[in-house]
């Protein structure tokens, strides 16, 4: 497992920008899949996107795709997600996860950070 710390959420109009920000500490990050997932008030918690290891490989949700951006950087221990054009639907709390595989199932992640809260005004 790896520790992990979100950051970055704030409130921002439509169509604005945020890029959030996941610390890490533990010495196996750079082997973790690092993923973003978000959850709405009364909604069930649900995938944005994820990055391999190696930051060679990203996948996105369909709602998110074009405009949401994850990256990484080992050597700061540290991953990104750039959020570009926010809409009203993209509020949320979002969590920053590690996993040992591959995966867009929230249920394959052993480490979340303690979210950050994303507010789009109309």
């Known amino acids: 497992q790896v520790q992990l710390v979100d950051s970055g959420g704030g409130l921002v109009q439509d169509g604005g920008s945020l890029r959030l920000s996941c610390a890490a500490s533990?010495?196996?990050?750079?082997?973790?899949?690092m993923g973003w997932f978000r959850q709405a008030p009364g909604k069930e918690r649900e995938f944005v996107a994820v990055i391999s290891w190696s930051g060679d490989n990203t996948y996105y949700a369909d709602s998110v795709k074009g405009r949401f951006t994850i990256s990484r950087d080992n050597a700061k221990n540290t991953v990104y997600l750039q959020m570009n054009n926010l809409k009203p639907e993209d509020t949320a709390v979002y969590y920053c996860?590690?996993?040992?595989?591959?995966?867009?199932?929230?249920?394959?992640?052993?480490?979340w950070g303690q979210g950050t809260q994303v507010t789009v005004s109309s």
């Open positions: 996860a590690g996993s040992p595989i591959w995966t867009t199932k929230d249920k394959s992640y052993d480490s």
């Open positions: 533990g010495r196996t990050f750079s082997r973790y899949a």
